[in-house]
Nanobody
Framework: QVQLVESGGGLVQPGGSLRLSCAAS??????????MGWFRQAPGKQRELVAI???????NYADSVKGRFTISRDNAKNTVYLEMNSLKPEDTAVYYC?????????WGQGTQVTVSS
């Protein structure tokens, strides 16, 4: 079993920046293939992919965040980060960390990001 602990959400003005962190409770970066990243869900909408990193290092982004968001990882800390720049009101959502490994699909509790003036 793996627990994911998210942090870094909050209220920010349009054009501002936030960094989200997701720490896994045990080492996952070395032992097996995985994908780890962020999804988001706005009120009345389905959950959607924001950005993921695959165990080989490949990253994938939603078109709506390309050029503004950057996903990165720190293997030593079992942590994935999402750097969000040039935030827009439409980025407002609950952001969920996700980890998928062989035999497991894990979610964090979610962190609220609100972009508003």
């Amino acid at each position: 079993q793996v627990q994911l602990v998210e942090s870094g959400g909050g209220l920010v003005q349009p054009g501002g920046s936030l960094r989200l962190s997701c720490a896994a409770s045990r080492s996952i970066f070395i032992n097996s293939p995985y994908t780890m990243g962020w999804f988001r869900q706005a009120p009345g909408k389905q959950r959607e992919l924001v950005a993921i990193v695959i165990s080989g290092g490949t990253t994938n982004y939603a078109d709506s965040v390309k050029g503004r968001f950057t996903i990165s990882r720190d293997n030593a800390k079992n942590t994935v980060y999402l750097e969000m720049n040039s935030l827009k009101p439409e980025d407002t959502a609950v952001y969920y960390c996700n980890l998928r490994v062989v035999g497991g699909d894990y979610w964090g509790q979610g962190t609220q990001v609100t972009v508003s003036s």
